[in-house]
């Protein structure tokens, strides 16, 4: 089945990237430091058919866009190959510049338990983060986080997170998972996509 979290490596071209994606009833939601992937699939027999938008929520400019533009779709067909989904296509915006990526899914086991949920909480959604180091540490993230009942699936061009949320009532927070010190060293901002 190719429901699930996984993690992507993609290449433009000569030119190779990575990001993380959900797939979940016939949608696709992603991305990485600089860009969200929002999408949809259509399973036809064996074949997997996609279309990812890609757009920029980092306007840092030191994250270049492969495609030369900030907004590019994507048009590609993919077969599972064992556990792994291999994809072929191209982008509109660049007709002729082949473009194939290979997705890994992240176990399940690796996903915990989502959070409590209660009346009013927060929306599920693709939402773009960015960290800032506090303790005197030049340096920050950007990534984009799915918030999906309770859990939080995520990552960048470098890492994937997981880990889980309680929200009601219009306030949310993170769970911090075994080793993870919550709240020191960072300040998350959350921005809905």
Do not use: C
């Amino acid at each position: 089945m190719f429901e699930g979290f996984y993690k992507v490596r993609f290449q433009l071209g000569e030119t190779v990237g990575r990001s993380v994606m959900y797939a979940r009833d016939s949608r696709m939601l992603g991305g990485n430091s600089a860009f969200a992937h929002i999408g949809t699939y259509e399973q036809i027999g064996d074949e997997l058919s996609i279309e990812i938008k890609t757009v920029r929520h980092n306007p840092d400019p030191n994250y270049r866009a492969m495609a030369g533009t900030d907004d590019a779709t994507l048009l590609a067909r993919g077969r599972l190959d064992g556990n792994l989904v291999r994809f072929k296509g191209e982008l509109k915006e660049l007709p002729g510049v082949p473009f194939q990526s290979v997705m890994t899914p992240i176990e399940e086991e690796a996903i915990p338990i989502a959070g409590g949920l209660g009346e009013g909480g927060i929306v599920n959604g693709l939402y773009s983060i960015h960290i800032r180091m506090l303790d005197g540490v030049e340096g920050g993230l950007t990534g984009v986080m799915l918030l999906n009942e309770g859990r939080i699936l995520g990552g960048d061009a470098f890492f994937y997170y997981v880990g889980t949320y309680t929200s009601e009532n219009g306030r949310e927070g993170p769970d911090p998972q075994p080793g993870a010190h919550a709240g020191q060293g960072r300040e998350p901002r959350l921005r809905r996509l």
